[in-house]
């Protein structure tokens, strides 16, 4: 007996012994953590929870062992570890997202950090958002409009310009409150989807909150790509049946053999000899990153950008008017590669950007702080269709612009849980501040007219088979304005995610607010009176304090369903424009009230929104094209999408959006006309299919987007029909091996991308300018690892 109980006291004291501990981190593929990631030890009941911090540990039998990570989204991880006696073993985990591709549009990630700046799952964030990861776009689009058509609620509004001209929700972006890169505002003067973007985030309803300065609709935040401890290069080569072609290589992996310093260089090359005549363009880009990580909590990263482009100018396709006065159809376009401009009228831009990030957790608590700095430069030569002059002539203008951005700017945001009791509090803290700078110039060939100047006119050309017939000379040129400005858009904000049990469920409580100051002035010359400004000197001064609150309810039934009701106001100062004495206006406002519920389980996500928006103090134009600040504006509407999986290796993918987006008090503008560039109705649906066993790697895609009938002005003057576009094509991916051949536009629908009318407030000469959709086009693209 005693030498049994000798025996079992003995196994008691070395049991212990027997075991050991496993600890680490489980984070995103970016290094976000991931809280809540589950941790086991394969073939055991050992594991545990990630923490807020993404930390974890739990003991586990001593000896050989395999540990998986995993994460609702997310691809699992496994690693292969020895469980030392009484030791404590390490092992980290990044996770890649397990994004479900649906042909040319994947919108679907758990999180979008950046957009919202908390690092809350999507579903339990009280908005609509939309993710679209870029790279998982095996033959995808190569513009920003491309790979946003399917993003309930995003419309293309026109094409002008080398970029996109959006709107969301029934009101326009604006080319720098609305477009983020990682959160920080960029001048989208130049398309900016290039080579290092892995995502876009759409984060729509009034962000002033989180931004401070804002349009309503909301805002377009691309993040870039980081480096990645794995190393790995690829080279990318795509062509389409027009003569376009684009070169791309990206480069990454661990620059030392401890992994804590990693490395990435993402760049491009590309020709595009575009389907109508005259729209070439050529750019180069290049963005190298380096990470550095001196210990798990802290992370480093530096990070830069540089663009040059030249693209030629794309004056549209003119169309006699034979509606006279009345709303203009355009149901067809004759002709759209016939091209009104001039070789010698190009867009040339050039863009430098540079970023740090610093990213810190402790104790679940995390710290980012972000200084960057840019500057975006273009010159342009616009030829503008202004009329008929004598039969079948079409009169031009030409002018010369050019405007500098500069800006520096700072942040810092402080993120963490604690508790009170029963009460989870996640509070967030940031303080923010924009310098900007901005030069502009512009020179055109002026005539007198009276006692006052007004714009020549350059050589016509024929409306059925126009053809170059020169430009001035640039002696001919005068700087009719000139302006150089600067201007301050700091901020503080706060926000708290107070969450408590009820019954099985959560409810949260997200009461926020922003406190803005903006500041902005500059010396405005102008020679001749534009729409933009009267002639003479505008010392344009603006100075104000903004504060935006927000407040949302979610409730969380369950971890796969969430529904939830919000509430937020936004403004946004008009810089560009003055009245007609040269006086500033007063900031836009915005209010937005939306609900709408969310449902994720491991092969379907879902989410249908309702809401309503209000702008006030909107402007509109007069009769002789200057601005009145007299208007207001409501968007009503409905958004939903759905991604699902029904079957193994079948994807479906389909969104609508219903957008009542229309004029409720104007002096200029009659009540009840539609917002431009906003359809009432529409939506998209796609299907993907990969093949199984043998002809794994092999995907066929197909789908169909549709948009209902816009009105391209805020006059309601020109209405551009409802179409239709159908895509199909086919991947393959084995090995190191990645190809793609797509048919866009495969019915080739004939439909305007964007449309003017000139003179749009009223009769006038009948002159209507469209710009036409790209025709029917064959694209073939390789990637190659090497």
């Known amino acids: 007996m005693r030498l049994a109980a000798a025996a079992l006291a003995l196994y008691a004291a070395a049991a212990p012994a027997q075991t050991g501990t496993i600890a680490g981190r489980v984070t995103d593929a970016a290094g976000l953590p991931l809280p809540g990631a589950s941790v086991v030890a394969q073939g055991t009941t050992s594991g545990a929870a990630a923490g807020a911090d993404g930390r974890f540990a739990f003991s586990a039998p001593a000896g050989a062992a395999v540990v998986e990570a995993s994460y609702l989204g997310h691809l699992p991880a496994r690693a292969a570890v020895d469980v030392g006696a009484g030791a404590t073993v390490e092992v980290h985990f990044a996770l890649e997202e397990a994004v479900v591709g649906a042909g040319e549009v994947v919108v679907s990630a758990s999180r979008a950090p950046t957009a919202t700046r908390t690092d809350a799952p999507v579903r339990l964030v009280p908005a609509s958002i939309a993710v679209v990861p870029v790279r998982l776009l095996e033959s995808g689009p190569r513009d920003l409009a491309g790979a946003l058509r399917s993003v309930p609620g995003v419309a293309l509004a026109g094409r002008e310009h080398p970029y996109a001209a959006l709107t969301i929700r029934g009101f326009a972006a604006e080319n720098t409150s609305t477009y983020r890169r990682n959160g920080v505002e960029f001048a989208h003067y130049y398309e900016p989807l290039q080579a290092n973007v892995e995502r876009i985030e759409v984060l729509r309803g009034p962000a002033s909150v989180l931004f401070g300065r804002i349009e309503p609709g909301g805002v377009v935040n691309l993040v870039t790509e980081r480096p990645q401890p794995r190393r790995r290069a690829e080279v990318l080569a795509e062509v389409d049946e027009w003569g376009a072609h684009r070169y791309a290589a990206d480069i990454t992996g661990p620059l030392v053999g401890d992994g804590s310093l990693l490395a990435?260089?993402?760049?491009?090359?590309?020709?595009?000899?575009?389907?109508?005549?005259?729209?070439?363009?050529?750019?180069?880009?290049?963005?190298?990153?380096?990470?550095?990580?001196?210990?798990?909590?802290?992370?480093?990263?530096?990070?830069?950008?540089?663009?040059?482009?030249?693209?030629?100018?794309?004056?549209?396709?003119?169309?006699?008017?034979?509606?006279?006065?009345?709303?203009?159809?355009?149901?067809?376009?004759?002709?759209?590669?016939?091209?009104?401009?001039?070789?010698?009228?190009?867009?040339?831009?050039?863009?430098?950007?540079?970023m740090t990030t610093i990213e810190a957790q402790h104790a679940g608590w995390s710290l980012r702080a972000v200084a960057s700095t840019g500057r975006y430069a273009y010159e342009r030569g616009v030829v503008q269709l202004v009329g008929m002059q004598g039969p079948g002539q079409v009169a031009r203008q030409y002018r010369l612009e050019s405007s500098d951005y500069r800006y520096v700017q700072g942040e810092a945001a402080l993120s963490g849980s604690l508790r009170t009791g029963p009460v989870t509090h996640g509070v967030g803290v940031g303080i923010e501040a924009v310098r900007l700078a901005i030069g502009v110039g512009n020179r055109a060939s002026l005539v007198p007219l009276g006692d006052s100047l007004v714009f020549a006119t350059i050589a016509p050309v024929d409306l059925h088979a126009p053809a170059p017939a020169g430009l001035p000379r640039a002696s001919d040129l005068v700087e009719y304005v000139f302006a150089d400005g600067s201007g301050v858009n700091a901020g503080v904000f706060a926000q708290d995610r107070i969450t408590l049990r009820a019954g099985r469920g959560l409810i949260h409580a997200i009461p926020s607010a922003r406190l803005s100051y903006v500041t902005a002035g500059?010396?405005?010359?102008?020679?001749?009176?534009?729409?933009?400004?009267?002639?003479?000197?505008?010392?344009?001064?603006?100075?104000?304090?903004?504060?935006?609150?927000?407040?949302?309810?979610?409730?969380?039934?369950?971890?796969?369903?969430?529904?939830y009701a919000s509430w937020g106001r936004s403004f946004n100062p008009v810089f560009q424009q003055v009245s007609p004495s040269g006086e500033p206006f007063d900031p836009t406002l915005g209010e937005g009230f939306e609900a709408g519920a969310k449902g994720e389980t491991r092969r379907l996500r879902a989410t249908l929104a309702l809401f309503t928006l209000e702008k006030r103090g909107a402007l509109s134009q007069r009769g002789d094209g200057s601005y009145v600040q007299t208007g207001a504006q409501r968007s009503r509407g409905l958004e939903a999408d759905l991604l699902a999986e029904p079957l193994v290796g079948v994807t479906v993918a389909a969104a609508y959006a219903f957008t009542d987006a229309v004029v409720t008090a104007d002096e200029q503008v009659p009540v009840g006309s539609r917002l431009p560039g906003a359809p009432r109705h529409a939506g998209s649906v796609w299907v993907e299919a990969s093949l199984p066993g043998p002809l794994s790697g092999i995907a066929f895609h197909a789908g169909v987007r549709a948009a209902g009938a816009r009105y391209a002005s805020l006059w309601n003057t020109v209405r551009l029909p409802a179409h239709a576009v159908v895509d199909v094509g086919a991947s393959f991916a084995r090995g190191r091996l990645r190809a793609g051949v797509s048919l866009e536009n495969a019915l080739d629908s004939s439909h305007a991308a964007g449309a003017d009318r000139h003179p749009d407030a009223g009769p006038g000469p009948a002159l209507v300018v469209a710009w036409p959709a790209p025709a029917r086009t064959v694209r073939v693209r390789v990637a190659m690892a090497l």
């Open 264 to 354: 990435r260089v993402n760049s491009s090359a590309a020709r595009i000899d575009a389907w109508r005549a005259g729209g070439e363009a050529r750019e180069t880009f290049v963005a190298p990153a380096l990470t550095w990580q001196p210990r798990p909590a802290v992370r480093v990263t530096v990070e830069a950008e540089a663009l040059t482009a030249r693209a030629a100018g794309d004056p549209g396709v003119a169309l006699p008017d034979t509606a006279g006065a009345a709303p203009f159809t355009i149901d067809d376009i004759p002709g759209a590669t016939r091209f009104f401009g001039e070789p010698g009228a190009t867009y040339s831009f050039e863009s430098r950007f540079g």
């Open 522 to 563: 500059a010396e405005w010359f102008a020679l001749v009176r534009t729409d933009e400004s009267p002639a003479g000197l505008n010392d344009r001064r603006v100075s104000l304090t903004a504060l935006t609150p927000g407040f949302a309810m979610l409730y969380e039934p369950a971890r796969w369903v969430s529904t």
